[in-house]
Nanobody, 121 residues
Framework: VQLQASGGGFVQPGGSLRLSCVVS????????MGWYRQAPGKQRELVAA???????NYADSVKGRFTISRDNAKNTVYLQMNSLKPEDTAVYYC????????????????WGQGTLVTVSS
């Protein structure tokens, strides 16, 4: 499986970015996907996950600002990030994993390369 993330960059606080992750080597529509991030000096954390059926889960810190979505026809998962804050600065990673619908728990199995998001004035 290959996960190719893109869309990172530099943005001012309050701005928006959309990350994309194109997935190949699997039957994408059957797979659960997630975005993680790692800020300097911090552990990786789950930002958002989406099941093959469209169920979603978000970190409390991004609820109401970020939206995860998927386009099965394009084998692509997106992360729309609005109202960005300096604390959103991190390397963002696209993952493939397992989404446990009952508990909204997500466990990653495959990782793509990261894309850097920098939020600064």
């Amino acid at each position: 499986v290959q996960l190719q993330a893109s869309g990172g960059g530099f943005v001012q606080p309050g701005g928006s970015l959309r990350l994309s992750c194109v997935v190949s080597g699997i039957t994408f529509r059957f797979d659960d996907m997630g975005w993680y991030r790692q800020a300097p000096g911090k552990q990786r954390e789950l930002v958002a996950a989406i099941s093959s059926g469209g169920s979603t889960n978000y970190a409390d810190s991004v609820k109401g600002r970020f939206t995860i979505s998927r386009d099965n026809a394009k084998n692509t998962v997106y992360l729309q990030m609005n109202s960005l804050k300096p604390e959103d600065t991190a390397v963002y990673y696209c993952t493939r994993g397992t989404y446990y619908t009952g508990s909204s728990y997500y466990s990653p199995r495959s990782w793509g390369q990261g894309t850097l998001v920098t939020v600064s004035s």
